[in-house]
């Protein structure tokens, strides 16, 4: 089927920033939509950047102007560029793939996670 694999998280200061990444690979036919989403403790899992096949892109207002996803589409990944962090950004951060398998399924996949803290 389809398998992700998420890397990139870490601990970082407040203003620093990370780069997380997202390999999805397995019986894919096409990927129409790779998402990252983030659940801090005690709060819902929330949608935190979203790219479509068709290249457009969507982000949560708390993030917009500090956070930027990109795909490339040749090796299935999807990244997330995270500048000036605020400590209201520690979550765990989730990769998400909407897919069409090669049996001509849609599939949901999520990856499993990778925590970001942001701590002085």
């Known amino acids: 089927q389809v398998q992700l694999v998420e890397s990139g998280g870490g601990l970082v200061q407040p203003g620093g920033s990370l780069r997380l990444s997202c390999t999805a690979s397995?019986?894919?036919?096409?990927?129409?939509?790779m998402n990252w989403y983030r659940q801090a403790p005690g709060k819902q899992r929330e949608l935190v950047a979203a790219s479509t096949s068709g290249r457009n892109t969507n982000y949560a207002d708390s993030v917009k102007g500090r956070f930027t996803i990109s795909r490339d589409n040749a090796k299935n990944t999807v990244y997330l560029q995270m500048n000036s962090l605020k400590p209201e950004d520690t979550a765990v951060y989730y990769c998400?793939?909407?897919?069409?398998?090669?049996?001509?399924?849609?599939?949901?996949?999520w990856g499993q996670g990778t925590p970001v803290t942001v701590s002085s």
């Open positions: 998400y793939v909407y897919s069409t398998t090669r049996d001509y399924r849609f599939l949901e996949v």
């Open positions: 397995g019986s894919i036919v096409s990927i129409h939509t």
